[in-house]
């Protein structure tokens, strides 16, 4: 079993930027995947960033592509998400995922295990 929880999440301007963290506890981070969802009301959960076990690969989605970074530090057991010049359109709940098994569907949410309580990020305009 595997816990996920996510910080780092506020209100922040447009332009702005926040890091949120995800502390993994459970198992050895390194034996799985993170991914970053996010969710706004009303909208179905969509796919972020995804950071292989070594860190050595990383995918984004096209809307993030450019202002937010995927990093792990598999010592602490944590992944982050470094997000730059955010938008209006980035306000959402954003969940923290693990998966052992996700290539290739990684921007799915049924490729990952277990999920993070999420938080809240909101940026105004």
């Known amino acids: 079993q595997v816990q996920l929880v996510e910080s780092g999440g506020g209100l922040v301007q447009a332009g702005g930027s926040l890091r949120l963290s995800c502390a993994a506890s459970?198992?050895?981070?390194?034996?799985?995947?993170m991914g970053w969802f996010r969710q706004a009301p009303g909208k179905e959960r969509e796919f972020v960033a995804v950071?292989?076990?070594?860190?050595?690969?990383?995918f984004y989605a096209d809307s993030v592509k450019g202002r937010f970074t995927i990093s792990r530090d598999n010592a602490k057991n944590t992944v982050y998400l470094q997000m730059n010049s955010l938008k209006p359109e980035d306000t959402a709940v954003y969940y923290c995922?693990?998966?052992?098994?996700?290539?290739?569907?990684?921007?799915?949410?049924?490729?990952?295990?277990?999920w993070g309580q999420g938080t809240q990020v909101t940026v105004s305009s």
């Open positions: 995922a693990a998966g052992y098994s996700i290539i290739p569907y990684y921007y799915t949410t049924r490729a990952y295990n277990y």
């Open positions: 459970g198992r050895t981070s390194s034996s799985f995947s």
């Open positions: 950071i292989s076990g070594s860190g050595g690969t990383t």
